[in-house]
């Protein structure tokens, strides 16, 4: 019974719950960024390049025989993987470095003094007069 206690306490957890959100999140996103480049992204540049379609380039390594077929090589959809791959990495890298911008502003911010120092400070400055 305390296995089950303790999963559940595992997954309960804040944390744990965040995790999940955000690799749900992520894989929605990743998905999108997919659909990106390989509908909006590469067409053009597939048109730009004399009409290449990226996904379509390859290498046979072993043509066809009756049933079995061709074995090629394709490096067409690992270049879209890689494109799909430097986007998402990109939009990390600038989600990160916003929130890391956010955060030192936070930090950067002194907090205002307690009612009471200011009180005493007053009281201060009043007897040096």
Same mark, same amino acid.
């Given at each position: 019974?305390?296995?089950?206690?303790?999963? /559940?306490?595992?997954?309960?957890?804040?944390?744990?719950?965040?995790?999940a959100v955000g690799i749900i999140i992520?894989?929605?996103?990743? @998905?999108?960024?997919?659909s990106f480049v390989g509908d909006v992204?590469?067409?053009?540049?597939?048109?730009?390049?004399?009409?290449?379609?990226?996904? /379509?380039?390859?290498?046979?390594? /072993?043509?066809?025989?009756g049933d079995v077929p061709a074995v090629?090589?394709?490096?067409?959809?690992?270049?879209?993987?890689?494109?799909?791959?430097?986007?998402?990495?990109?939009?990390?890298?600038?989600?990160?470095?916003?929130?890391?911008?956010?955060?030192? /502003? @936070?930090?950067?911010?002194?907090?205002?003094?307690?009612?009471?120092?200011?009180?005493?400070?007053?009281?201060?400055?009043?007897?040096?007069?």
């Open positions: 019974m305390s296995i089950v206690k303790d999963f /559940k306490d595992f997954a309960m957890r804040g944390n744990v719950i965040d995790m992520g894989t929605a996103f990743g @998905k999108i960024v997919s992204l590469m067409p053009p540049i597939g048109v730009m390049l004399g009409g290449v379609d990226f996904s /379509k380039l390859a290498v046979t390594l /072993k043509a066809a025989a090629t090589l394709n490096y067409g959809v690992f270049i879209n993987t890689v494109i799909d791959f430097i986007i998402i990495a990109f939009t990390i890298f600038l989600v990160i470095r916003a929130m890391s911008k956010l955060q030192k /502003k @936070k930090e950067a911010a002194p907090a205002a003094p307690p009612e009471e120092v200011k009180l005493l400070t007053e009281i201060r400055d009043l007897l040096k007069k």
